[in-house]
Nanobody, 121 residues
Framework: QVQLVESGGGLVQAGGSLRLSCAAS????????MGWFRQAPGKEREFVAA?????YTADSVKGRFTISRDNAKNTVDLQMSSLKPEDTAVYYC?????????????????WGQGTQVTVSS
């Protein structure tokens, strides 16, 4: 399985921007659909965005967050703009395994350790 390490989280004021990055090990990175999920305290882990041959973005972040990947560098980034306090969560990078739904966390078999994003009002 692929090993994933996230970076780039932190504290930002509402309306600000952050860029998260996920570095992956392994020679088959380009074959994986890569996703970002987030989990706020007391809430379920939820889908944010994913990228394979196309991109998928949750309605809650559409127009504010952009996912991208660089297969030469084995990285997948999440550019977050116009951040809101409700975006506060631990953000996880994940690699999708198999043919399940791209929107479902159950379809992802490898996860990073997570990076905290805190948006102050």
């Amino acid at each position: 399985q692929v090993q994933l390490v996230e970076s780039g989280g932190g504290l930002v004021q509402a309306g600000g921007s952050l860029r998260l990055s996920c570095a992956a090990s392994g020679r088959t990175f380009s074959s994986y659909v890569m996703g970002w999920f987030r989990q706020a305290p007391g809430k379920e882990r939820e889908f944010v965005a994913a990228v394979g041959s196309t991109t998928y973005t949750a309605d809650s972040v559409k127009g504010r967050f952009t996912i991208s990947r660089d297969n030469a560098k084995n990285t997948v980034d999440l550019q977050m703009s116009s951040l809101k306090p409700e975006d506060t969560a631990v953000y996880y990078c994940a690699a999708k395994i198999g043919d399940g739904s791209t929107w479902s966390k159950g379809s992802y078999g490898s996860w990073g350790q997570g990076t905290q994003v805190t948006v102050s009002s």
